[in-house]
């Protein structure tokens, strides 16, 4: 397992560079032989997902991530309570060296490895790929449904000395001898739940495939690695953009930290948690010249005008080993922090002799030579965007923009490793201010005339509306700085920020027909010194919503009962334990004051609803609402825009429900014991319904029969 109390593979502390013995070659080396040993290679399309804060992500087990899924592109999640926001698209990784002798004793000038899930068995062999958490997760039950069951492969080893909620520990082996472990490290803490620490330690192993046999025992020399991160932030977003903004074509990047080595010394606080000299990269969605309007921050034009890209992604660089010998962190490294085209490269991956031209510009590339001259180590944005105001103009690659990072090069005997250590995050404006800023913004759109004054985040005022939306976003810039520092903060400190309490082990929420009833067991932390009790939230409609606290409840606590929902509503809840904030005081971590435990360990993702008791006549039944109107479908069912309500209906029926000219469309086998049914307006083959009257039938096992006619209205 991977301990987190000061013990990892034999060494004093954590694997803080600072702070680690010159032996720790060796040790890696020694351990990933006993590893190697011991476990069997690892299929290269295995995943690992983490879902305890409010950044979610998958980590794959060849080392590096493609978001795509054959759907949509998956990944980097955030905000994580909502729908659609994904924001990854890809991480492009390479290795190289130069004057390699391979396996076969083939020598290349220059050598180079594309981390992608077609060179598995070629170049890369993923050795390991495991999540250890923290705590078992908690078992949350609906109506007596596991919610939870679907993620319980999430979790491999439970360790509780460590310190993050969870951590990916992944290995894999090249055909370079280099093996990369890869360990990312997720924490539920409120204050820095949106973003993972990623450290790579690169080994010189002389392990070429997946078996313990030691092919290479030269020096690596020269060695180098680079990454060309893309994102499109978000996917929501995306589409209302269009134009290919799904894959990031129109992402803007920055960069901040040129000034790096005259602040490397520096620590950050809460008197000053936003800085701009952290060496960091990050992204967001810029405009499409097809669009007539100004599509910053992805205001849906079609309907409340809410922003869907209120999103910045990026990386902040926390620490680079000098070399194998000097374990202090290098503020000159990396040797590149800027922007590439997205999809402009050499290729290489092959390991033929043919490869060897793109293997040299390769190795030019990760040097910090731009391939075909698409890239640059100044900040994009700023540079391009006067004359250029849509970002895939100045390259012309379809593929978008990457930040380009590029680190090295380090000389590697047998045995001896260098370690990086990132950050990798998402912030941005809340979801309450999308919607207040960009229902704001879409009023002035459907009225020329309206020249406000549009509120500034400063104070002051403006009569242009898409300056008023535009400062409102680009606000974001400071939200992922302050996200930046954050996780800086907690790799100074070792990792060892301020822990709220753990979540209850177990959360209930029952069904009832005046109620709606929770329990949990006890969170672990109660008897800890400084535990204050549990906080219940409650979103209605749909789970993807804001939730608002209906309940403060002392510790000791075990069960509450919800009296104030009303019938035909659906029903979502999430549990927190917190503390008093006497554990969180000196600010060093992140503001002081209580801390809770992570929401996403006890949100529901099914709904509760008060279920009327069985009618005991058929004469009882009710549809509501009847006559449904499309335009009051806010005012129906929040949430639930095309839902309709039998009511007061037999224990046990079947309900069939027919056009006016008795065509049957849909058939519900009621068998709930409640007086309570629901219909969300989509036929047996899953079309919404047009506007008409249409007839339901119920009928008990029995034979009794009743029959109410209803009008639809679109």
Known sequence: MVAMNGRREGAESLRRATRIAASVGFQLLCAWVLVSQVQAQVAGTEKRYVRVGSLQSRFSAYGSERAWNNSYYEGMIWPADYQKQDNAVIQ???????????????????????????????????????????????????????VTAPYRGDVDEIDPQQIPDRVITNVVNTSMGLTITRRVYAFSQQY??????????LTNTGNVDYDPEIELGATLKGVRISWGVRYSVCREGGEKIGDGQVWGKHTWVS???????????ERITEQNPIVNWLRCGFAWAGQSVRNSFDNIGAPDVSKDGRLCSPQFAGIVVLHVDKSPKDRSDDPYQPVVLGWHAGDTYPSVGNLQPTDEPNMILLYEMLSGKPYLGLGGNERFFEKYSASNPDPVTVHNDGGGTNIWICYGPWDLEPGESVTIVEAEGVAGINRQLCERIGRRWKQAYDNPNDKGPFVLPDGSTTDNKDVYKNAWVY??????????????????????????????????????????????????SESEPGFAGYKIFRAVGKPDTVYEQIADLPKGTRYYEDLTPVRGFSYYYYLVAYN???????????????????????????????????????????????PYHIGARDLQYPGEPDKIMFLDIPPRCTIKIFTERGDLIYTIEHTDGSGDEEWNSVTSSRQVVVSGVYIAVFETPEGEKAVRKFVIIR
Not at 113 to 118: G, L, P, R, S, V
Not at 500 to 514: A, I, N, T, W
Not at 592 to 616: M, Q, V
């Open 580 to 626: 008093d904030g006497s554990n969180n005081t000196t600010g060093e971590a992140n503001p002081p004051g209580p801390l809770h435990s992570g929401r996403f360990y006890t949100r529901t993702t099914e709904p509760a609803y008060l279920r009327r008791a069985a009618g005991t006549s058929l004469s009882q039944i009710r549809v509501v609402p009847n």
């Open 192 to 201: 820095h739940d949106n973003y993972f620490i990623r450290e790579y330690t």
């Open 92 to 146: 492009r990784q390479w290795i190289a060296c130069e004057d390699f002798t391979d396996a076969k004793g083939r020598h290349w000038s220059k050598y180079g490895i594309y981390f992608a899930a077609d060179y598995v068995d070629i170049s890369l062999f993923p050795m390991v790929l495991k999540q250890t958490a923290k705590f078992d997760p908690p078992h949350v039950y609906v109506d007596g449904t596991d």
């Open 475 to 524: 606000t974001g810039i400071d939200s992922i700085l302050q996200t930046f520092g954050r996780a800086k903060r907690n790799y100074d400190l070792g990792y060892r920020i301020p822990q709220p309490p753990l979540p209850p082990p177990v959360f209930e929420v029952r069904s009832g027909g005046d109620r709606i009833m929770l329990s949990w067991a006890p969170s672990p």
């Open 255 to 265: 960069k901040r930290g040129e000034d790096y080595p005259a602040h490397a010394g």
